[in-house]
């Protein structure tokens, strides 16, 4: 009574589910939730500091504010002014339409997937997932 129970031994371990979301992903070191739970704790939050634009390209996006708070990022309704940075562009590989395509020749966009594997990974793997 009165103490923190240990959290350890309770995480989920799940050796073959990590190893397939590593493969589906092409992350060649593996992946560990117990690894990406302790990045977090050592890092703080991912997105700290970072702002977030989903072009309308990306119709499955009610989840992402809510992934970009929990990661200490602000959401953004509207496309972002020149002057604010940082910002992570997210589409889809398919362009919207002729402005999102004017704009992904502009600036740094990156598939949506990104986000939703760093909330699990806690790693930002803007290489991969660049779109142009």
Do not use: M
């Amino acid at each position: 009574a009165g103490r923190f129970v240990d959290e350890a031994p309770f995480l989920l371990q799940d050796a073959v589910c990590e190893a397939a979301f590593a493969r589906k992903r092409g992350i060649t070191r593996g992946y560990s939730l117990a690894a990406a739970l302790q990045r977090a704790q050592e890092r703080g939050p991912l997105l700290q500091g970072i702002s977030v634009y989903c072009f309308p390209s990306v119709v499955e996006k009610h989840d992402l504010p809510h992934l970009v708070a929990a990661a200490g990022g602000t959401w953004l309704e509207c496309f972002p002014k020149p002057a604010q940075n940082p910002v992570l562009l997210l589409a889809e590989r398919e362009v919207s339409g002729k402005e999102e395509q004017q704009s992904r020749k502009k600036y740094k966009v990156y598939d949506v997937e990104l986000l939703r594997e760093a909330a699990c990974t806690q790693v930002l793997r803007k290489k991969a997932w660049r779109l142009s």
